[in-house]
């Protein structure tokens, strides 16, 4: 049974940082790839970064240079570093993995979302 918590969500001003941390309990967790999305309301889910099992990461345009994945693969858990936060950028964000060891479309096993919310 894979389960994928998300915590570190909260209310911030605009151009400050969060990190968002996924509690992973999963089998090798060193070995997949693990994704963060996001949705506003009234928009559809967003990717926003993933770290692929070699390490490699990928970013939406709209967050790079901005927010940084990592990951601790002693600890099972992957992490969503964002700093300069905007206010376009609050949303649920969510932690995800299709249990593939690269970063992919399609993803099998969500977290239940933490929420970020950008305002003064």
């Known amino acids: 049974q894979v389960q994928l918590v998300e915590s570190g969500g909260g209310l911030v001003q605009p151009g400050g940082s969060l990190r968002l941390s996924c509690a992973a309990s999963v089998f090798r967790f060193d070995y997949y790839a693990i994704g963060w999305f996001r949705q506003a309301p009234g928009k559809e889910r967003e990717g926003v970064s993933c770290?692929?099992?070699?390490?490699?990461?990928h970013y939406a345009e709209s967050v790079k240079g901005r927010f940084t994945i990592s990951r601790d693969n002693r600890k099972n858990r992957a992490y969503l570093q964002m700093n300069g936060l905007k206010p376009e950028d609050t949303a649920v964000y969510y932690c995800a993995t299709s249990l593939l060891y690269y970063c992919s479309d399609e993803y099998d096993y969500w977290g239940q979302g933490t929420q970020v919310t950008v305002s003064s």
């Open positions: 770290s692929s099992g070699n390490g490699s990461t």
